[in-house]
């Protein structure tokens, strides 16, 4: 009682007998009004000084802090059956024998397991059977790779023969593609809660070991299963993401994942957060690692109650667990429970932990385990006999809407025609020219009607064309990224402003048709890794839907890398996983210094995988009528590939970068290339260049030639599909210029762009190919405007200098 010996607070010994009256906030007292100090310090230390810790009065919602001090602070709250400690003790008993079989079978293999955590499997069943409880029909998960092999065994409830054949190197693969580790792995089960008696669907999200990566990718899937089944206030689908401590604190996809959790077109109504908190972080100590107090601190941004309890006692795990469940049922707000423990081995278990952790360790080795701590104090309590422990011991020991979609590596891309009816363009047309309450955008809107009128469109109109006729055709179009309301370069408007009412808007494409899908375009927060993995796993939920996330410039998805590297270029090879995601990234050499004017097409074409798989489709539109068939076909298509998009800034309002509606009717198709159309074509044993680009460049080509009057002499052929790369197209047209010399053509530099990838394959088909185009640099652009254009003048020089390569081998 140092406190008072102290005279802090004013209070003395004598005081500790003295009766109070009770304030209405506090719970403690029941149904008692007044109470002595002794018993108010007693009855507070139970509630906060024991295996419980809660952070909550940072929340600024005094109804939300009266529920939580009501949870902990009632006398007598934390109560159990016998029938739930028996549960919760078989439970137990599975999630720590799994973890010994797999010891003692393979114990030289890597499955970082979840020794000193084992609590972890019945806090996850205890969330999973409240919110089932509740009616949550569906519950998505992601996590690490601490303990997911007993996740997927004992929650998820993965056959135990397909887990143990994954430690046999000498068992083959039954699935395509190169495959993963087994502790990366992901699991889609439905089946029979016990507890609730309801059907409920459990999905374990594949990860990579970027530990964090997969939260918003969840959080994605999450958002489109309940759009897709009308959970409007996130009552049926769920999330749940598990962290270990050094990495929800160290990786800042973990802030920028919170941050969507309130955002109207990201918000998932709550996430339950478990923390599995073992106090080291590899071979680091917390105090080298964070500078918070707690590894928790990061949720406070948001107003999320942190729940830490002692992962040594199940029953505080259970009560506080149930406690989340709640919450998140209740106010539909993220909670956290960090889960207090230890990590029995090393990193891995061929890791000595001893040469970085020797006192923690020493310690560790005399800990007894939490199952035989649990076990001995349910057998003094009575709650089951020696015998029932050790019989129920023994005895323990011992996907839907993609089913269409053609699995494996497709034979050919071919499909149907992506054009539509000359009626479908001019109505679709006419919804966007005819909205109302657009006063500010009166000029663009009458602009885009005399195209509809001339029966061309622009760059944007041919997205609007292909976005709403899939939309009449039932498919959900779901555009999102910086500012893609208005698109970066002002050229889009799909959300209409009032410009005399605050908050008044329109969405045309909400109104082509009584029976459409819905149209969804959102402004993003200033995130790409967290909002390109948010879409991702959005893209994931159905095949049956276009979503397309777009970078304010194409070098902002070098901050999404990771979801790029991890997830979108190997997800298929890794995971056997489709998706058909298209990246909007915008690109080309303006003359705007080294930002914002590479979108880094190299990295994409060196990540590809051409042969028999290719991981992904790679574009670059030179045409609106292009765009839009592009757009159309990666639904059409009876597979699902990554579409990689390299759009325009400059051509968005580029007189000749326009389109014939003749271009977009039925019968017309994507064109993987654009071929000379000129004089050069009529005569082609005239010609004597053929210039092979792709890109804006293409226009600049053009402008060139017809200025020095060499129409008849180059053929400049455009390469709009990089990957799958046009072998078949290329050599067809190359031979149809016997007399030509043959170059490419690029204006980024040359270890940038496309050069590098393009140089073999046009090798194979052409035999030589010259390379016209800027030297070498380590910056993607000069930041001089002056520099800018004698580069590009020198490029076109030497292009449409038929001499240029004389006597050169």
């Given amino acids: ?17 003295k009766v109070f009256r009770l304030p209405t906030t506090t719970f403690i007292g029941g149904n008692e009004t007044t109470l002595p100090l002794r018993e108010i310090i007693r009855r507070l230390e139970t509630a906060y000084c024991q295996h419980i810790g809660v952070e909550f009065m940072f929340i600024n919602d005094v109804e939300q802090c009266k529920w939580i001090r009501q949870k902990f602070e009632t006398p007598g709250i934390m109560q159990f059956t016998l029938e739930e400690k028996r549960t919760l003790l078989s439970r137990m008993i599975r999630s720590t024998r799994f973890e010994e079989f797999l010891q003692r079978k393979w114990s030289s293999e890597k499955r970082f397991g979840l020794e000193g955590c084992e609590s972890l499997i019945p806090a996850l069943k205890t969330v999973i059977d409240k919110s089932s409880q509740s009616g949550v029909e569906s519950v998505i998960m992601g996590m690490s790779h601490r303990g997911r092999l007993n996740v997927l065994a004992n929650v998820i409830r993965k056959d135990l023969e397909q887990i143990f ?57 999450t958002k489109a299963e309940q759009f897709y089944s009308g959970d409007t206030e996130g009552k049926k689908v769920m999330s749940i993401l598990l962290h270990g401590d050094a990495a929800f604190a160290g990786q ?50 948001v107003n999320a109650p942190i729940f830490h309890v002692n992962a040594d006692d199940p029953e505080a795990v259970m009560y506080v667990c149930n406690v989340a469940a709640e919450w998140r049922n209740t106010f539909h707000k993220d909670v956290v429970v960090d889960l207090v423990c230890y990590r029995r081995n090393g990193h891995n278990e061929m890791d000595e932990p001893m ?34 422990y050790q019989v129920i011991n023994f005895s323990l020991v011992f996907s839907g809407l993609w089913g269409e979609m053609v699995c494996g590596q497709p034979k050919t891309m071919s499909c149907p025609s992506t054009g539509i009816s000359e009626d479908d363009l001019s109505h679709i047309g006419s919804i966007l020219v005819s909205a109302v309450h657009a006063v500010g955008l009166s000029r663009i809107l009458k602009g885009r009607a005399n195209m509809v009128g001339q029966r061309v469109c622009d760059w944007a109109l041919g997205e609007y064309m292909a976005f709403g006729s899939l939309l009449k055709d039932g498919v959900h179009v779901r555009l999102s990224g910086q500012d893609v309301e208005r698109g970066t370069f002002s050229h889009r408007h799909h959300v209409l402003h009032d410009q005399n009412v605050d908050k008044r808007t329109c969405i045309p494409m909400n109104h082509i048709s009584p029976d459409q899908a819905p149209y969804t375009v959102c402004n993003s927060s200033l ?28 070098d902002f998805h070098n901050t999404a890398q990771c979801i790029i590297d991890q997830f979108i270029s190997s997800g298929q090879a890794k995971w056997v996983r489709q998706n058909g995601i298209v990246l909007l990234l915008p690109h080309g050499m303006e003359g705007m210094g080294p930002e914002h004017s590479s979108a880094r097409p190299e990295r994409f074409l060196q990540m590809l995988h051409q042969l028999h798989d290719c991981n992904w489709i790679v574009v670059n539109c030179s045409t609106p009528a292009n765009y839009f068939h592009v757009l159309r076909r990666q639904i059409l298509l009876p597979f699902r590939k990554p579409l990689i998009v390299f759009t325009p800034k400059s051509l968005l309002r580029h007189p000749e970068a326009k389109s014939s509606f003749d271009d ?35 226009y600049e080509l053009i402008r060139e030639r017809r200025n020095r009057n060499m129409d008849a002499a180059v ?18 047209e190359a031979d149809r210029y016997l007399n030509a010399d043959l170059v490419w053509c690029q204006e980024e530099h040359k270890n940038q762009g496309y050069y590098d990838y393009v140089k073999p394959r046009l090798q194979a088909c052409l035999c030589v190919c010259r390379y016209v185009g800027r030297d070498s640099a380590a910056a993607p652009a000069t930041g001089n405007k002056h520099t800018h254009l004698v580069e590009l003048q020198r490029l076109l020089d030497t292009a449409f200098d038929l001499n240029a390569f004389s006597g050169k081998c």
């Fill in 165 to 221: 054949c994954q430690f046999d190197s000498k068992l083959e693969a039954v699935d395509e593609g190169s495959g993963d580790v087994k502790y990366h792995l992901g699991m889609y089960h439905r089946r029979m809660n016990r507890v609730s008696d309801r059907y409920i669907t459990m999905s374990l999200m594949a990860n990579p070991s970027h530990l964090e990566a997969v939260d918003p990718v969840v959080q994605g899937k």
């Fill in 664 to 698: 977009m009717l039925p019968g017309t198709h994507f064109k993987r290339i654009i071929l000379d159309d000129g004089p050069a074509a009529k005569n082609p044993e005239k010609v004597k260049r053929v210039v092979f680009c792709s890109g804006k460049v293409y």
């Fill in 252 to 301: 800042g996809i973990v802030y920028e994942t919170f941050h969507l959790s309130d955002l109207p077109s990201y918000t998932t109504h709550g996430t339950i957060h478990v923390v599995v908190n073992n106090q080291i972080g590899f071979t680091t100590d917390p105090r080298m690692a964070r500078s918070s107090p707690y590894p928790t601190d990061i949720a406070r941004v």
């Fill in 355 to 388: 040469f970085t952790q020797p006192l923690m360790y020493k310690q560790i080795k005399k800990q007894k385990g939490v199952l035989q701590k649990f076990a001995e104090k349910l057998i003094a309590e009575g709650v089951v006999t020696t015998q029932y």
């Fill in 1 to 17: 009682m140092s406190l008072f010996s102290t005279g802090l607070y004013g209070l003395a010994e004598s005081d500790l007998d």
């Fill in 715 to 732: 053929a400049v052929v455009c390469i709009e599909q990089l990957s799958p790369f046009p072998f078949d197209l290329i050599k067809l």
């Fill in 527 to 554: 995130s790409e890794y967290g909002v390109l993995g948010f879409e991702l796993g959005f893209a994931m939920a159905s095949p049956n839907a276009l979503v397309l996330w777009e970078a304010q410039f194409g």
